[in-house]
């Protein structure tokens, strides 16, 4: 059984989202739980998609060859992450009460901080101009930190995967291909309690369109190779291009 979710959950039907729960957790409180989980999950991936974006935004600084120390540091990133996830989300993750899952969120964040920490001898490296330091690459390189601190899986998935870690599972496949159908709404989300090695987890999937940025990459013509030397995969403007994928651990 499925339901949409808006940008922040507001509102969730949970007599559909308790599908798989053992029967002694379908409780009042358990409910609010999930709908807990389910919102911190939307967040993540919001928190996400910024950090990503500010990543496409100084593509060009960052393939700059010329230029050595560039500033794009991660405190740099840090700080406009904070600021557009506040815009976003009335949300300010650096102040402790200012939401019930603050320190998660922060997790979010350092994780992002940490690869952009990384990536600065690539990044003010001269001489080189791409460096394959790509928001594809920051995404994934976020996903796989956040897990190690939190155990809660972000990824970016998709039929057209190009990273081996980023293929859907059966969960991811059968609701790509939900989103690839037409009489799907467009940007609508989905979320689900399911199990996951044995213990309820809520999962929550944010589809993903291509948008220029993208078609560099993955556009056309289909099957000519991109700058990282992969074939593309002949995309279009505005078609489903993956989502981001969240499993949460309902403790």
Not at 43 to 65: C, F, P, W, Y
Not at 148 to 172: C, H, S, W
Request: aromatic fraction near 6%; charged fraction near 25%.
């Amino acid at each position: 059984m499925k339901v949409r979710v808006s940008p922040l959950v507001t509102c969730i039907c949970f007599c559909v989202l308790f599908t798989g729960l053992p029967a002694h957790a379908k409780t009042g409180d358990a409910q609010a739980k999930t709908g807990d989980e389910a919102d911190t999950a939307e967040m993540l991936i919001t928190m996400l998609k910024i950090g990503r974006a500010i990543v496409s935004e100084h593509q060009t600084l960052i393939n700059d060859a010329a230029k050595g120390n560039k500033g794009f540091t991660d405190e740099f990133v840090g700080r406009k992450i904070v600021e557009r996830f506040l815009a976003e989300t009335q949300i300010d993750v650096l102040r402790p009460t200012g939401h019930p899952q603050s320190e998660i969120l922060l997790s979010m964040l350092q994780s992002q901080r940490e690869v952009i920490l990384d990536a600065q001898p690539a990044i003010n490296k001269q001489g080189i101009g791409f460096k394959g330091f790509i928001p594809s690459v920051f995404a994934r390189k976020a996903g796989q930190k956040f897990f190690a601190k939190t155990g809660i899986k972000v990824k970016l998935t998709g039929m057209d995967y190009r990273f081996p870690g980023n293929q859907p599972d059966d969960f991811e496949a059968e609701v790509l291909r939900m989103f690839a159908d037409p009489r799907h709404p467009k940007g609508g989300r989905y979320a689900k309690v399911t199990v996951v090695n044995g213990k309820p987890a809520m999962r929550v999937m944010n589809p993903e369109y291509a948008d220029a940025t993208c078609l560099v990459c993955h556009g056309s013509p289909k099957g000519e190779r991109d700058m990282m030397g992969m074939k593309k995969e002949g995309w279009k403007e505005g078609g489903l291009a993956g989502a981001i994928s969240v499993v949460m651990p309902i403790r």
